[in-house]
């Protein structure tokens, strides 16, 4: 049946001996793991190998799951250890108490370095035979949106857990952490809508900071401008760079070569408080308030970044969805009409997030939905920003226009 395959591998673990070479200890870590994520246990089996030229030797083992199964190999002599998890669904879905199991072996071994990916396993009805599984992102405890997806590539980073699959409806798409991050299809509706209103807002941008935006598109839709002499990329996690230049061309577009383009990778917020530049615009290409990229959203750390804002500059970030978390985007937009004078809030549709997506730009003077049409046409022809596939002038003051339910959600 069709479920959730799981692999570790381990390099250089610190952990106790004994869990490379007891195999009561190894069976004992797996028995609790097991039961303090869900899965059941049937019976398992392990054998210990002799020594080898005076090495002491690993063990093999194999939980049987009523879900499937554990597998678990050690290698003493290098510090190494590979792991599998695999789950059907029969019943329901077991892949987050697969994660579960996989993330707590793989904790009590603490290696310094880990390779792992997931494998969606095709369901072998006879009614789905060729038919690509589902992934999912949870909206809330309630919602939930898929898309069928294959060829899944997971690894751990230093970081979080980056995935990148093909799907039918968009192409190459990446996931951090679980939630999808963008895509080579649809990736216009985020980047286009956080980078040019704005952009095109600001009589003449030239100095930019993104915090994040390690898949490059951000930046790309930025330095369209022709006024814009610098943008640094302030990206945590090298290996969502890494990933993007190799598997995400139609979202970045090759703006790794273009010489006004600085990447730091680290901190953004160390960066943020070291830096003596000052930006025009700050864009925070992050991941959602609600994970670990939450304190880049308190008050506290919009006003170091205010700090760093030229005058008439520009904050811009997303607030989450005003239909599946109206109470994350209340609080955020109070908490930025705290540190900005001017908060304008507005929003997009963006077909891989599965919903209306709220946005904002924040300053002490820029009020971008004040600037009429023909400025925003006449400032865009000006400045040689073409190949747009959603943004245009007459867009600009509709994405402004604020359905009621979303007006209420962030009236001061």
């Known amino acids: 049946m069709q479920g959730l395959h799981l692999t570790a591998d381990l390099y250089q673990c610190a952990c106790d001996q004994a869990l490379m070479i007891c195999a009561d200890t190894i069976a004992q870590l797996c028995r609790s793991q097991t039961h303090a994520s869900g899965l059941t246990l049937v019976d398992d089996k392990w054998v210990k190998f002799p020594e080898w030229q005076g090495q002491p030797g690993g063990v093999t083992g194999t939980v049987l799951l009523a879900e499937s199964h554990l597998a678990i190999h050690t290698w003493p002599e290098t510090g190494n250890v590979t792991i599998d998890v695999y789950v059907c669904n029969f019943s329901g879905d077991n892949s987050a108490k697969a994660q579960k199991l996989m993330d707590g072996v793989v904790a009590a071994y603490a290696p310094r370095d880990a390779v792992r990916q997931q494998l969606w396993r095709g369901d072998i009805s006879t009614d789905t035979v060729g038919q690509y599984p589902w992934v999912m ?122 010489p006004r383009l600085q990447l730091q990778i680290g901190d953004g917020m160390a960066y943020v408080d070291t830096t003596s530049e000052r930006f025009d615009l700050i864009v925070m290409d992050l991941t959602d308030p609600d994970t670990p990229a939450g304190s880049l959203y308190s008050a506290p ?12 500059g520009a904050l811009v970030l997303h607030l989450g969805s005003p239909i ?20 304008a809030c507005y929003g997009v549709y963006v077909p891989l997030y599965g919903a209306y997506w709220g946005m904002a730009v924040c300053s002490d003077t820029l009020q971008p939905a004040s600037v009429g049409a023909e400025v925003i046409a006449q400032r865009l022809a000006e ?30």
């Open 137 to 258: 992102e949870r909206l809330t405890d309630d919602a939930a949106f898929g898309l069928r997806a294959h060829n899944v590539q997971r690894s751990q980073t230093p970081f979080q857990t980056l995935e990148m699959m093909d799907t039918p409806s968009f192409g190459r798409v990446m996931r951090l952490d679980n939630c999808f991050m963008t895509s080579e299809r649809d990736e216009f509706f985020y980047h286009e809508c956080m980078a040019h209103p704005a952009a095109t807002a600001h009589p003449r941008p030239q100095q930019a900071l993104i915090i994040g935006g390690g898949d490059g598109g951000m930046a790309e839709e930025l330095l369209k401008h022709n006024t814009m002499q610098r943008v640094v990329l302030a990206e945590l996690d090298e290996a969502v760079i890494q990933a993007s230049k190799e598997q995400l061309q139609a979202v970045h577009n090759g703006v790794w070569s273009d």
């Open 301 to 312: 750390a919009l006003q170091r970044m205010q700090r760093v804002l030229n005058p008439g």
């Open 324 to 343: 599946f978390h109206p109470e994350q985007v209340r609080n955020l937009t109070a908490t930025l009409r705290q540190t900005f004078a001017q908060v």
């Open 383 to 412: 400045r040689g920003v073409g190949d747009l596939q959603y943004y245009n002038a007459d867009i600009h003051g509709a994405l402004f226009a604020l359905p009621n339910y979303y007006r209420k959600l962030v009236q001061d």
